[in-house]
């Protein structure tokens, strides 16, 4: 068993509510346990450009409530060629790194497998992405704080949709799934909700409106990667067949990854920061920590990656069921 003497964590991809709170708890769970923390800026770009620092534990004081990530976050197209992995091993060589912990979603988790392969070093993931579409964990960081975020946005909205009997199209965001869609839809008594895992779902909207009578106030949650286009798109459409509805589009955007997390996200990122550090002193590597059924769970990379995250068919029933 090889013995972990400083260790190295970054954020990559997306930002979500909660990293912080996570950087805060790896660094505090590795000097708790005699390991040095070296923070890396700017995820796998960082590493490559040896954009390093060391992290005490007042050094992340004050920082749980706050949040976007403070190591700040990229996207490296460097890291995807051999050339840049190796120039990455060599930096972490230079600093005597011997483990990692990346909090990101799965591209990052992809590029810490490939990377640990390749330079044999240990690689623990801590799922952070507000989509909450990683196979293994029942929840990720930042997604109790964007489903939040969308509610009290969807609230505000649906005021002046009643007010001035309006159709409101909302899209929220969920590239590839439908999960902030869905909850958000149900959580708000949104009268329909298109997402990507579900076919045909702009023909039932459709005939849902036209079957409506003089019910004119709408709220309509619509997934980014909907299989039938954007909010705006779909919106375009029904405003030509739909000639007696007053139809407006909103799309929250990056409002969505913003502001402080939740308790629940401060709650979750906590854990798992420590159960990366428990994990790499068990000499555990290119694995996630997750959270399922309220205990925390280790899931190899290639599963969480390879691996689909399935909607809850039941809920799609409770929102069909609700909506009428």
């Known amino acids: ?13 997306g930002d979500a509510p909660g990293m912080n709170a996570a950087i805060r708890a790896v660094v505090r769970a590795a000097i708790f346990r005699g390991i040095e923390v070296v923070g890396i800026r700017r995820g796998y770009q960082g590493m490559i450009e040896h954009d ?4 005490q534990s007042k050094d992340v004081s004050n920082i749980i409530q ?17 050339e840049g992995r190796r120039k990455a091993f060599r930096n972490l060589e230079k600093e005597k790194i011997d483990a990692c912990v990346v909090i990101g ?29 990683l196979f293994g964990t029942d929840y990720t960081i930042g997604y109790d704080t964007a489903l939040n975020t969308i509610v009290e946005a969807v609230d505000r909205i649906r005021d002046t949709a009643s007010s001035h009997e309006r159709l409101f199209f909302i899209e929220v965001m969920g590239r590839g799934a439908g999960f902030l869609a869905l909850h958000s839809g149900i959580a708000t008594g949104a009268e ?7 076919d045909n779902d702009e023909e039932h909207l459709h005939q849902y409106l036209i079957n409506q009578g003089n019910k004119k ?21 029904c405003k030509k067949e739909l000639k007696d509805y007053d139809i407006r589009v909103n799309v929250l955007g990056h409002i969505q990854r913003g502001g402080s997390p939740s308790a629940f996200d401060r709650f979750l990122a906590s854990r798992l920061g420590v159960a990366s550090v428990e994990a790499l002193i068990d000499n555990q590597r290119s694995i996630m920590v997750g959270f399922v059924n309220h205990d925390i769970v280790h899931v190899p990379f290639n ?22």
Request: with cysteine.
């Open 105 to 133: 979603g799965d591209g990052s988790f992809n590029g810490a497998a490939v990377f640990s392969e390749e330079h044999d070093i240990p690689f623990v993931g801590i799922p952070g992405t507000i989509d909450n579409d």
């Open 192 to 198: 329909a909700i298109l997402l990507p895992e579900v």
């Open 217 to 237: 106030s709408n709220i309509i949650l619509v997934a980014e990667g909907n299989n039938v286009g954007g909010a705006q798109a779909i919106a375009d459409r």
């Open 52 to 55: 390093f620092l060391p992290l």
């Open 303 to 324: 599963k969480t990656i390879h691996s689909s995250k399935n909607l809850n068919h039941i809920l799609l029933d409770v929102a069909d069921i609700l909506a009428h």
């Open 66 to 82: 706050r949040g976007g990530t403070i190591l700040c976050t990229a996207r490296s197209k460097d890291f995807k060629t051999v």
């Open 1 to 13: 068993m090889s013995v972990i003497k400083k260790l190295a964590v970054l954020t990559s991809g």
